[in-house]
């Protein structure tokens, strides 16, 4: 490695602060857990997490909740990952939740909602304190006053108004018994250095993320792909496009966007003059209301 | 755009030239920006955001649509949430993000009025650069000082005064000079390195990508172009060795039976291979035998990697311990005399227990002495305080239950600060800044 100026680009110091915080939780928590959805945030920290404790294994285990409509090629990604890195996976099942009667699936088949409280369940069965998110802070505005560090109560929940100020790299992890912190090591990561840092890094994602022709229907303006959860209604035409998925949520509800990228460094030139959020281009269940995510949040979603 | 409008054309030159523009090497900065709303800072930080176009469409489309006026209004592009909304005010530090082909930004934006302190704080304490907005027709007010004299507190290498609203004074030179004399005569009483004055009117873009032809009697960069070119490198500390151990590493696996490496980042300094180092507290000297990063080894380590370092002997290393070089040692001291700002309701008076975190080290303290209290307006200090209540800042000293390895702040920003920790509620209350003995 040259660098005889001692500086680093925007991906190593985005990379050098995400393994620094990582580390810390584990000196100091202790029981971390960091959640895993397959998706390519998660995938970028689960990375991180390799790095920062290699040649060692992950000194913690991978939880994934699984709210039973996942595409299969996520279920897939996942398991070959956790099998690869030789880490404990724990899947907290929405679908046995509901079976359980412990939660009910909102009318429009959204289980974004009732995910909350199956993931504070396995919380608590496992006793565990600290929770690795995926979350950026370009996400969204209610994530933009997130901390790396952030508090929860006994609840689970998020209370804006009262968070801990957050110094330097002063990270404080103390918390009493039943209270947990939520840990955002990619806080400073943006879409596009999620990107580059897999193009470089040369990071497995799910196909899902790459340009193909499917078989696809339009609903309220957006492009779904056909499959095991959407089904073509009444009078929706089926037609072939060429799209990819620029966010991997549950498979019922997220639409994909006509694309021509086949490769990461397709994706990036995509992203880079493409002038639409992520959520807001395919995440129907956050088209709510402007508030969505702040209300999630403070009822202990990620 | 709407999602179904067809794919991005990936052959255009438009998508050529993003795609080099997005994976350019960049480094990053960090920004603090202070200010209430009335000074147009919200204004100002949608302007940088749009012109560099980080802000997306579907972002921008809400923005117009709940804009008021005849034009798009800016300021609600970093619009906060709900609860602020209900009640007027900003509760908390937003991080930003932006970039251009030469550098990428994180800016905190830091709310002006309810708890100030704490906030410009919590931005500036990671900041390479501050900027103060100051309303062109109002002058320098007292909140302007305040910031000022916050941000070379926390010790931000540059500072940025932004005089705002010249459109509103007729874009007087006079105006303009006026305030740039009178904060350059207040900051030569501060630490401050490197002050920059720049008239801009936010609402207009004048001087903040581009020059303004309003001003041609205005000779320095834009606001943009100053950020874009500001040196930072040279901010750093690449004399003192140190590295605070934050985790120990041994796979215990076969393949990697006998490695044991330290993890941690690098706070100052450059370690190299080979290096002669001691370890802290038992002084013990060893060679350094390898560094690892995430690639794999390297020869040298830098602030802000996160390395692991190898030792050539199997000494009893662990967290809160700290690497050095043995001619160059950090003092170890149970005595810490430092500027403290305070975040609690309850006031941090003598004798009070706390604990304290310092690099990767965590004792506890106890409050010997309230030496003053710093009127941050005037810089008086007032030696009969003998407290310090929410959102004041003081000179204290503490004692603390094992020594720590310390700099003073204004030669290492990096081992030179702490946080204390109320040990009852577990809150973050007060940022402490080591001052020389």
């Known amino acids: 490695m040259t660098t005889p100026d001692y500086r680093l680009s925007q991906l190593e110091t985005l990379e050098a602060e995400s393994i620094h915080v990582i580390r810390e939780v584990v000196a100091e928590l202790e029981r971390p857990v960091l959640l895993f959805s397959g998706g390519k945030d998660s995938i970028v920290m689960l990375e991180l997490a390799r790095k920062a404790f290699a040649p060692a294994r992950i000194p913690f285990p991978v939880m994934h909740v699984d709210t039973g409509l996942n595409f299969p090629e996520v279920l897939e990604f996942r398991d070959k990952r956790v099998a690869e890195l030789g880490v404990d996976l724990v899947v907290a099942s929405v679908p046995d939740a509901i079976a359980a009667g412990t939660v009910k699936q909102e009318p429009n088949g959204s289980r974004n909602r009732i995910q909350t409280p199956v993931l504070l369940d396995a919380v608590e069965e496992h006793g565990f304190t600290a929770l690795f998110g995926g979350a950026r802070r370009d996400e969204d505005k209610a994530r933009a006053k997130e901390r790396m560090f952030s508090f929860r109560d006994e609840f689970g929940q998020w209370d804006p108004k009262n968070q801990r100020p957050e110094l330097w790299d002063l990270y404080n992890g103390r918390i009493h018994l039943g209270e947990s912190i939520r840990i955002f090591p990619l806080s400073n990561w943006t879409e596009l250095d999620i990107w580059q840092y897999i193009l470089r890094e040369e990071i497995a994602i799910p196909a899902l993320y790459l340009a193909e022709e499917r078989e696809v229907v339009e609903r309220q303006g957006m492009l779904y792909a056909v499959n095991e959860f959407i089904r073509p209604r009444d009078g929706e035409q089926v037609r072939r496009e060429t799209v990819r998925y620029r966010t991997v949520g549950d498979a019922n509800l997220t639409a994909a966007v006509p694309s021509e990228a086949t490769t990461v460094e397709e994706v990036i030139a995509e992203i880079a003059v493409t002038r639409m959020t992520e959520r807001g281009a395919t995440r129907g269940d956050d088209k709510v209301s402007d508030a969505a995510m702040e209300d999630r949040k403070k009822e202990g979603y990620f | 755009m709407t999602p179904v409008d067809g794919p991005v054309d990936l052959h255009s030159d438009a998508a050529a030239q993003a795609h080099d523009i997005a994976v350019a090497r960049k480094d990053i900065l960090r920004i603090a920006t202070a200010g209430s709303v009335d000074d147009g800072k919200s204004t100002l930080i949608g302007r940088l955001l749009y012109d560099s176009k980080a802000v997306f469409e579907d972002q921008y489309e809400a923005v117009e649509r ?372």
């Open chain 2, 66 to 437: 709940a804009s008021k006026g005849d034009y798009v209004d800016l300021a609600l592009l970093t619009d906060g949430l709900r609860a602020e909304r209900e009640q007027g005010i900003t509760i908390d530090v937003a991080y930003r993000y932006f970039s251009t082909p030469r550098r990428t930004f994180i800016l905190a934006d830091t709310p002006g009025h309810v708890q100030y302190t704490r906030n410009m704080v919590t931005g500036a304490s990671t900041a390479d650069l501050a900027i103060v907005l100051v309303d062109a027709r109002k002058g320098m007010l007292e909140q302007s000082r305040r910031h000022a004299f916050l941000a070379s507190l926390l010790r931000v290498p540059h500072l940025v005064v932004a005089v705002n609203k010249m459109d509103l004074v007729d874009w007087s030179e006079t105006t303009y000079e006026a305030i740039r004399d009178e904060f350059t005569a207040f900051a030569a009483k501060l630490s401050i390195p490197d002050l920059t004055v720049v008239p801009i009117s936010a609402l207009n873009g004048d001087n903040v990508v581009t020059r303004s032809e309003n001003t041609p009697w205005y000779e320095g960069p834009s606001l943009l172009h100053h950020l874009e070119h500001v040196h930072v490198a040279s901010d750093r500390n690449l004399v003192d060795a140190r590295f605070p151990v934050q985790y120990v590493i041994r796979p215990q696996s076969d393949a990697h039976h006998d490695y044991r490496g330290y993890a941690g980042r690098v706070a100052s300094g450059v370690l190299r291979t080979g290096d002669e180092v001691q370890v802290l507290p038992s002084g013990l000297t060893t060679t350094i035998a390898g560094i690892d990063g995430p690639r794999g080894p390297v020869d040298e380590a830098f602030p802000p990697m996160s390395v692991t370092v190898r030792l050539t002997d199997d000494l009893d290393v662990s967290r809160g311990d700290l690497i050095c070089r043995p001619a160059n040692a950090p003092r170890a001291t149970q005595d810490l005399d430092a500027m403290v700002c305070w975040m609690a309701d309850e006031p941090l008076r003598p004798r009070q227990r706390l604990a304290i975190k310092h690099t990767t080290r965590s004792v506890r303290a106890m409050v010997k002495d309230v030496v003053y209290r710093l009127d941050v307006n005037t810089l008086h200090r007032d030696q009969e305080a003998g407290d310090l209540g929410l959102n004041d800042i003081g000179r204290v000293m503490l004692r603390t239950t094992q020594p720590l390895f310390v700099d003073d702040y204004a030669r290492n920003r990096a081992t030179g600060r702490f946080i204390l920790v109320d040990e009852a509620t577990n809150a973050t209350v007060g940022a402490g800044m080591l001052v020389a003995p």
